[in-house]
Each structure stands twice: as structure tokens, then as C-alpha cells.
């Protein structure tokens, strides 16, 4: 049983492959840009490449994220809620609060022990705290995002950031700069009022159990341990996290091929 889940997002689209006894065999991801049924038939078609499967060996195709009802191929489109708790519970099972912090908003979820949906809380009115929040930021101070992480850990604090507000992040950030603060305070700054924003939606669905953190923010060294202070927890990150809803709705395709083939 070969199946397929693509994660149509804001700014990535990710594509997941699973196989027998739901292994995974391809992972793929790539910027979303102005066409997401574009972007979703790339990473469907690179995906493939990376296992010499052909498009004839698929046996399910599911899709989620903000696109998941563009792609003329998928045979079923399921919530990003519902793939993002069945992805984590495939590669970190323990886990019962997930933290999933994409491009544009952020998602605690709450999960049983079968990676099924108990409560969940989303903010997505504004890019507060999001990816494009950081990505912001870094260019501000003339980083990139994958530099983020080292640079806060050469502060020993924060700077203090008074504003969420990804309009007005940026003037905050060069304001902070023109006074002198060291860039790896301000990186810092930023990671931590990250990490409250974050730990206030998780607590509004109660955090249960371990902790585990999805999306491409998961990357980031130094916003994990801004979230572990606060917590005061261990944040556990999968080999996978930008894929976390690609690999749930390919986990769902299985369960759904099967239930066709039967």
C-alpha cells in the first residue's frame, strides 16, 4: 500500500510518502509561491523521483493545509488539525500537546493516546508569532532564518520586544539596533516573546503529557529553548517537523486506501 499526503501551506508545500507498515519513504519540501496546485504537482512528482515510484504505483492521495481543496489529483482533503495530530503520533507516539508554528499562524493541539483530536486553539487572524514573524525580523537584521538559532544562544537575554505585530516588527528591530543592542539579544528577544505567545495558546488547551513540536519553526535551536524555559519542559522535535502534516495525511490515506481496497 503506497499512499501519498500533501501539506499545502502558506509558504512551503511538503509532500510525505508512506509505504508498507507505514514507512516512510520520501519526504519533499519546496516554497508554495503564487500557485499552490502547482507547487502541490512538484512536490508530488519530486517525492515520487526520490523512490522511483511512478504516479500508477500510488494507491491514495490525501491533502490538507490552506490549498487542500486546489489539487485535481487528491482523493481526499482532510483539516490540518487532524494531520498534524495523526503525523506526530506516527514518529513520537508519547506525545499528548503539540505545538505546530507554521508560515502565517500557529496551533496547539491536544491528543489521546491513538494521536486523535481532543481540544485545539489556532491563531490565524494574524502572523503574530509565525514563521513569517521570524522571517521578518531576520531580515532585519540582515540573517537568515537558519542563523536565528546559533545568534540567540550567544545572549545571555533578551531584548525587550513591545510589540507582536509583524507590520511593525521590522521598525522595532531597527530601532533596537540604532540605540546599539547587540543582535544576539534582540534574536533572543524575539524567541522569547515567541515563546509566550505560544505558551498562552497551549495553555488555553492544557498541556498534557509530552510535548512535541511541528513545522518549520521546530528547526529552530534557539526558539526550542525559549519555549523550554517558559515551559519549563522538554519540547521533543521529530526528524520531520516541517513534514509533521504531510506524513498525518498519508497516515490517513493508508486507513482509507485500505478501507477502499476491503
Request: with cysteine; charged share 20%.
Amino acid at each position: 500500500m503506497i499512499t501519498v499526503g500533501i501539506d499545502i501551506g502558506s509558504l512551503s508545500t511538503k509532500s510525505a510518502i508512506l509505504g508498507p507498515d507505514n514507512e516512510i519513504l520520501a519526504v519533499d519540501v519546496r516554497l508554495t509561491g503564487g500557485d499552490n496546485q502547482k507547487s502541490a504537482i512538484r512536490t508530488f512528482n519530486a517525492s515520487l523521483e526520490l523512490t522511483q515510484l511512478t504516479e500508477r504505483d500510488v494507491d491514495f492521495v490525501v491533502t490538507t493545509g490552506y490549498g487542500r481543496e486546489n489539487v485535481p489529483f487528491s482523493d481526499k482533503y482532510v483539516s490540518e488539525i487532524t494531520c498534524h495530530a495523526k503525523g506526530m503520533h506516527l514518529v513520537m507516539p508519547e506525545v499528548r500537546t503539540i505545538l505546530d508554528i507554521g508560515g502565517q499562524d500557529s496551533k496547539a493541539i491536544h491528543v489521546d493516546e491513538e494521536g486523535s483530536v481532543v481540544n485545539f486553539q489556532m491563531n490565524d487572524k494574524c502572523a503574530a508569532g509565525s514563521g513569517r514573524f521570524l522571517e521578518v525580523c531576520a531580515r532585519a537584521l540582515g540573517l537568515s532564518l537558519d542563523e536565528l538559532g546559533d545568534v540567540s544562544k550567544k545572549a545571555e537575554k533578551g531584548a525587550t520586544m513591545s510589540s507582536m505585530c509583524t507590520v511593525f516588527a521590522e521598525s522595532e528591530v531597527v530601532s533596537l539596533v540604532a540605540v546599539g543592542t547587540p543582535v544576539e539579544e534582540i534574536v533572543k528577544g524575539i524567541h522569547e516573546s515567541i515563546a509566550k505567545r505560544a505558551a498562552s495558546l497551549m495553555k488555553v488547551v492544557g498541556i498534557h503529557g509530552p510535548i512535541g513540536m511541528s513545522g518549520g519553526v521546530a528547526k529552530n535551536s534557539g526558539m526550542i529553548e525559549a519555549l523550554e524555559d517558559i515551559l519549563d519542559a522538554k519540547i521533543g522535535v521529530s526528524n520531520y517537523p516541517q513534514v509533521n502534516g504531510a506524513l498525518g495525511a498519508a497516515l490517513i490515506g493508508q486507513r482509507l486506501a485500505l478501507r477502499k481496497a476491503s
